[in-house]
């Protein structure tokens, strides 16, 4: 193994535990933006900012696009486009702790998803994660005999998410990780951008809305999917996983800490159980 290589490896897992942080961190900044901007307008005001920063940043990234990196880049930015504006539809209804909690159920649906996409087996330790994040689930989401609309939203977006994770570890591997970001992107800014155009583009409603674009764009959205392209090159797919599991861990810390919210007994017990549930099942599979 080369330095330069060993370099990367212990470096990946820091660089990804920050981008997972700053995702926790988003759940609480976008719940006001998106009260005051309408959830596509806001997408696509992030996306297409990301894009920009990126190729300004490196323009030269236009001439590595070929008809593989933008057929692949394509696909996994519609699972990305599809997870985000399901998540953000399902932040909007319910609180940033709870989104947290279940989008972190793409964990336990990756490999179902896997399963089913590259007939692979499920085994019986597989089921009993998905026995106790379902439970779990049912804990965070279900109240009477209803459940929640943002919560069922919230668990369709961790299936999107799921998705793009398998097509990512199938795919990033020697591909540039730069160009098929950016494809990624303006994939999610050209569906979030016909979608919200269509509806009456709205632009922030004032400073601290653009700041959170801002902050989301580069931070959450251009650096942080540059950094899991990059790190799904060099690492397993689930070493990747069982570090972006702590950005449920951060959103519950951040909502509680910096959005004034509270979770019942109840619902913390169902965090618990899906949090158990995906540790569990990333860990054995690392």
């Not at 049912?138 to 961790?158: D, H, K, M, P």
Request: net charge positive.
């Amino acid at each position: 193994m080369s330095s330069t290589h060993a370099l990367k490896l212990r470096l990946a897992p820091w660089a990804l535990l920050l981008i997972s942080a700053s995702w926790g961190l988003a759940f609480v900044v976008m719940k006001d933006a998106i009260e005051r901007q309408s959830v596509n307008s806001f997408l696509f005001s992030r996306f297409l900012m990301a894009v920009v920063a990126m190729v300004i940043f490196k323009p030269s990234v236009l001439k590595k696009f070929n008809r593989e990196i933008l057929r692949k880049g394509f696909i996994a930015g519609l699972f990305l486009a599809s997870g985000y504006i399901l998540q953000t539809l399902g932040l909007a209804l319910t609180g940033a702790a709870i989104t947290g909690f279940i989008t972190g159920l793409y964990i336990v649906a990756t490999p179902l998803l896997a399963a089913i996409i590259l007939k692979v087996q499920i085994p019986a330790f597989t089921w009993g994660c998905v026995a106790i994040a379902t439970v779990g689930l049912g804990l965070l989401s279900i109240t009477g005999w209803n459940v929640g609309l943002g919560e069922l939203l919230v668990f369709l977006c961790a299936i999107a998410f799921a998705a793009h994770i398998i097509a990512l570890s199938r795919w990033s591997n020697g591909l540039d990780a730069y160009a098929l970001t950016i494809v990624q992107l303006a994939t999610c800014t050209l569906l979030t951008g016909l979608i919200s155009f269509g509806q009456g583009y709205e632009v922030p409603a004032d400073l601290n809305g653009w700041l959170v674009v801002i902050y989301t764009a580069v931070i959450c959205t251009a650096i942080a999917f540059l950094v899991q392209t990059w790190a799904q090159a060099h690492i397993s797919a689930t070493k990747v996983a069982v570090i972006l599991t702590m950005e449920v861990v951060f959103a519950a810390i951040f909502a509680v800490i910096f959005g004034g919210e509270s979770l019942s007994l109840r619902a913390l017990l169902g965090g618990v159980l899906v949090v158990i549930a995906m540790f569990m099942i990333v860990l054995k599979e690392a």
